[in-house]
């Protein structure tokens, strides 16, 4: 079937414009994951959803970051006012339900650029 | 907190040889789950290997295989007969029990493949 699917692939935009990423998960997977990757690092946990579960918003940088998620569909990921500091790849990560340490499959991830 | 340390930023090997790439964390759960993704320059994240803590045998895929060592909480990862496909960055990470299964990267590693 088809995997978890990012738009746009890749977006340059201005310092302070707002900016809105989204993820399409996998079909029936009931988690969903945001991450962010700096040039030549690891990827670090944003905010996760779980059903209609109220969200871990604990990797969230600042508050110019937001997420939402209608029930266990699309996910959208909201940066405002950016910064040249936000410009690094956003991945999105589904997992299907289960136990915590189930797979998690990601998406191509969007690259956004500020500058 | 969770931490997962990749302590060799580049690694190289030739084709048809092995190589190990090597991972540490730190944690104080006991309930947890250790893997390897596998990220080509197209950015797609790829499982390569996942171990569950509870279980003393180490995970095999093929090629791929772990020694998990979980008294001294190492996990790394050997590739055997490596392929020209092998070359990509890799990333341990881990995901607590009680964590909801968000992942904690390490660092990563390059690995180049020579012909």
């Known amino acids: 079937g088809a995997g978890v699917s990012q738009s746009p692939s890749n977006k340059v935009t201005e310092k302070g414009k707002d900016v809105e990423l989204r993820c399409d998960p996998i079909?029936?997977?009931?988690?969903l994951y945001w991450y962010r990757q700096r040039l030549g690092q690891g990827l670090e946990f944003l905010i996760y959803?779980?059903?209609?579960?109220?969200?871990?918003k604990s990797g969230l940088p600042s508050d110019r970051f937001s997420a939402e998620r209608t029930g266990e569909s699309v996910s959208t990921l909201t940066i405002q006012r950016t910064q040249q500091e936000d410009s690094a790849v956003y991945l999105c990560?589904?997992?299907?339900?289960?136990?915590?340490?189930?797979?998690?499959?990601f998406g191509p991830g969007t690259r956004l650029l500020v500058l | 907190a969770q931490t997962v340390t990749q302590s060799q930023p580049e690694m190289s090997v030739q084709e048809a040889e092995t190589v190990t790439l090597s991972c540490t964390y730190d944690?104080?759960?006991?309930?947890?789950?250790l893997f390897w993704y596998k990220q080509p320059p197209s950015r797609q994240m790829i499982l390569v290997i996942r171990?569950?803590?509870?279980?003393?045998q180490n995970a095999t895929e093929n090629r791929f295989s772990v020694n998990f060592q979980k008294a001294a909480k190492s996990f790394s990862l050997k590739i055997s007969d490596s392929q020209l496909g092998d070359a990509a960055m890799y990333f341990c990470?881990?995901?607590?029990?009680?964590?909801?299964?968000?992942?904690?990267f390490g660092q990563g590693t390059i690995l180049t493949v020579h012909p």
């Open positions: 990560a589904s997992r299907p339900p289960g136990l915590v340490g189930e797979t998690q499959y």
């Open positions: 079909s029936g997977h009931t988690a």
């Open positions: 959803f779980q059903g209609n579960s109220a969200p871990d």
């Open positions: 944690t104080s759960e006991s309930d947890y789950y």
């Open positions: 171990q569950e803590a509870y279980k003393q």
């Open positions: 990470a881990y995901a607590g029990g009680t964590s909801y299964g968000k992942l904690t």
